[in-house]
Antibody
């Protein structure tokens, strides 16, 4: 079964850091570009970041550029999102999704809350 | 950044009725438009990619059309389980962007 499982969310103070992980199974992870998409409470979807299958190219939304870093470990079938200098407006459910541009497989999401 | 505007914001229809959802782009996205369904408490699900191609396992009552700046998602005969928010999304340009969503309510 094709599956994505996020972890690493939690409560963090403004200015703090958090690293999200996404464990992939059921498909050849190293063959697919991957993305992070987030959804603030009661709001719509926002694309955050994408990475190519080999990790050689990365893309970011302007709202997170310079603060977030996407990476992957193809030997461990895992996608990461390092989030630094977190702000209240980063509070959201973070989904990892398969693909660079249209996403056919999604995880269940992990919740990040930025609050003092 | 390409802005996607969805209308209406809310659509309330009875089972068996036809639902027509609209998505308009601020500039041409060619056919690089997808539609997602998000049911309450769930992750989004890909319905349509590249404007008119149904994703794997999506029922035939869902169809997409359009190109350039104007797109439509049609649900030919609403089922109670179609209660959800529907989002369009473009992959023509970076950053990838979503529309604000259309909420489909079942009467």
């Amino acid at each position: 079964e094709v599956q994505l499982l996020e972890s690493g969310g939690g409560l963090v103070q403004p200015g703090g850091s958090l690293r999200l992980s996404c464990a992939a199974s059921g498909f050849t992870f190293s063959s697919f570009a991957m993305s992070w998409v987030r959804q603030a409470p009661e709001k719509g979807l926002e694309w955050v970041s994408a990475i190519t299958s080999g990790g050689g190219a990365t893309y970011y939304a302007d709202s997170v550029k310079g603060r977030f870093t996407i990476s992957r470990d193809n030997s461990e079938n895992t996608l990461y999102l390092q989030m630094n200098s977190l702000r209240a407006e980063d509070t959201a459910v973070y989904y990892c999704a398969r693909g660079p541009s249209s996403w056919d497989v999604w995880g269940q999401g992990t919740t990040v809350t930025v609050s003092s | 950044e390409i802005v996607l505007t969805q209308s209406p914001a809310t659509l309330s229809l009875s089972p068996g009725e036809r639902a027509t959802l609209s998505c308009r782009a601020s500039q041409s996205v060619s056919s690089y438009l997808a539609w997602y369904q998000q049911k309450p408490g769930q992750a989004p699900r890909l319905l349509i990619y590249d404007a008119s191609n149904r994703a794997t396992g999506i029922p035939a009552r869902f169809s997409g059309s359009g190109s350039g700046t104007d797109f439509t998602l049609t649900i030919s005969s609403l089922e109670p389980e179609d209660l959800a928010v529907y989002y369009c999304q473009q992959r023509s340009n970076w950053p990838r962007t979503f529309g604000g969503g259309t909420k489909v309510e079942i009467k």
